[in-house]
């Protein structure tokens, strides 16, 4: 007579498989004995690891998940050499190989009457939640425009990017420019004021000592 499905069996197993693919389990299947007589328990869940680290990592994950949805294994046992380690919820029990202990003991052939299901990496793998945000766009440092102008091309551009890239960098242009035709401004001003002042200055009549001498001269040829 066929075991019931239970539905915290059931969960139990999930639970179990989530875990492990989570870690990168390798081959993950799960045994249905329920229609098998004179089990020890409903399900066989078998999976194996490259290295015994990865199988004590496995070992963990299932125990921390269990743990926090409010299972403990009866027992468990395996975890010191990292072979073959067995936790065993009674309803589910886990076996957690190293690749080659796996292939030795070929624990599905001894099971062979139990129906196998083959559970997929990347039905463990979640979707990031999206973060919603009312802006159009990240902000980023104003320093950074004429890198971002650089690097896109006008034609590989979206309209939210070519308005954020050049409206800013256009006005900040604009800016620059301005600034320098007031600083050109500013130093044809000072040139000119230095033109005014010196021809304002009165000539300079050289030392003290030439002007007299140029006196004597004067006053001597007039005598003659």
């Not at 939640?129 to 009312?134: D, T």
């Amino acid at each position: 007579m066929a075991k019931k499905k239970t539905g915290d069996t059931e969960a139990l197993k999930d639970l179990v498989i989530e875990a492990i693919l989570e870690k990168k389990g390798q081959d993950v299947v799960s045994l249905d004995l329920r229609d098998i007589h004179d089990t020890v328990s409903d399900y066989f869940v078998i999976a194996h690891g490259d290295s015994s680290t990865q199988v004590n990592a496995i070992f963990q994950s299932v125990l921390d998940a269990t743990k926090e949805k409010g299972h403990r294994p009866y027992h468990s046992e395996g975890m010191k050499n990292g072979e073959w380690v067995i936790v065993d919820y009674v309803d589910v029990v886990v076996h957690i190989f190293y690749r080659e202990r796996r292939d030795f003991y070929m624990l599905e052939e001894l099971w062979n009457d139990a129906k196998v299901t083959k559970h997929d990496p990347a039905a463990a793998i979640k979707p990031k939640p999206v973060r919603q945000s009312n802006r159009k766009y990240a902000p980023v440092a104003e320093d950074t425009l004429e890198d971002i102008e650089r690097s896109l091309p006008k034609s590989e551009r979206t309209p939210v990017k070519r308005a954020f890239t050049e409206r800013p960098f256009a006005k900040r242009k604009a800016g620059l420019a301005e600034k320098k035709a007031g600083d050109k401004k500013f130093i044809d001003k000072k040139i000119q004021e230095r033109k005014s002042a010196s021809k304002k200055a009165p000539a300079h009549k050289g030392p003290a000592t030439g002007g007299k001498a140029a006196a004597t001269k004067k006053t001597s040829t007039k005598k003659k």
